[in-house]
Nanobody, 124 residues
Framework: QVQLVESGGGSVHSGGSLRLSCSAS????????MGWFRQAPGKGREGVAA???????TYADSVKGRFTISRDSAKNTLNLQMNSLKPEDTAMYYC??????????????????WGQGTQVTVSS
């Protein structure tokens, strides 16, 4: 079955960087639509970045120019490079995958496979 395992979270100061990874099994990341989502305490889960099976990427306005989503076919992983981090980026970050047609890549209900999450904390 499909399994997604995130790693790379941690605590950094404002302006710092982190690189999240999502290791996939039971599927091939290059043939799925993949996304990164985050959820802060007391808030809903929001889409951060997505990469479609055709390679097209999309980002939330709040992270454009700071975050970069990519996939490593050799390692079968999805990555999220996060630069210029801000305290408002603090959240649990989740990897998601969907194998069929997708209409809104940043909408959580489009995805049917999820990882357990990795915590990112940015202090000012």
């Amino acid at each position: 079955q499909v399994q997604l395992v995130e790693s790379g979270g941690g605590s950094v100061h404002s302006g710092g960087s982190l690189r999240l990874s999502c290791s996939a099994s039971g599927m091939t990341v290059s043939t799925y639509n993949m996304g990164w989502f985050r959820q802060a305490p007391g808030k809903g889960r929001e889409g951060v970045a997505a990469i479609l099976s055709n390679g097209r990427t999309t980002y939330a306005d709040s992270v454009k120019g700071r975050f970069t989503i990519s996939r490593d076919s050799a390692k079968n992983t999805l990555n999220l490079q996060m630069n210029s981090l801000k305290p408002e980026d603090t959240a649990m970050y989740y990897c998601a995958a969907q194998g069929g047609r997708i209409w809104n890549p940043l909408r959580r209900y489009e995805y049917n496979y999820w990882g357990q999450g990795t915590q990112v904390t940015v202090s000012s």
